[in-house]
């Protein structure tokens, strides 16, 4: 089983930044994706940015050129470095990664962490 701790949200003004972390625990044989989805009141959980295992980055339209995902393969920990933060940023940020669990096996599973709120507003 992989568990998922996510750190570094918080209140921020808009233009401010923020960087949040998630490092992975457990029983894992490795991890093939970890992203970061996020989900404002009323509305769909939607994907952020994304970074797979070789380093290649997905990133949702509206983030482009303002947010930056990366990796610590040794640490097992994904970082989603937000700067020029608007009020629509605002949202409950979730990572995700996607691991296969036994070597033997090569099982892939997703697991999800807790969440951590980030709001954006003056």
């Known amino acids: 089983q992989v568990q998922l701790t996510e750190s570094g949200g918080g209140l921020v003004q808009p233009g401010g930044s923020l960087r949040l972390s998630c490092a992975a625990s457990?029983?894992?044989?490795?991890?093939?994706?970890m992203a970061w989805y996020r989900q404002a009141p009323g509305k769909e959980r939607e994907s952020v940015a994304s970074i797979s295992r070789l380093g290649n980055r997905d990133y949702q339209g509206s983030v482009k050129g303002r947010f930056t995902i990366s990796r610590d393969s040794v640490k097992n920990t994904v970082y989603l470095q937000m700067n020029n933060l608007k009020p629509e940023d605002t949202a409950v940020y979730y990572c995700n990664a996607l691991a296969v669990r036994s070597g033997v096996t090569g099982t892939l599973q997703s697991y999800w962490g807790q969440g951590t709120q980030v709001t954006v507003s003056s």
């Open positions: 457990g029983s894992f044989f490795s991890i093939n994706v």
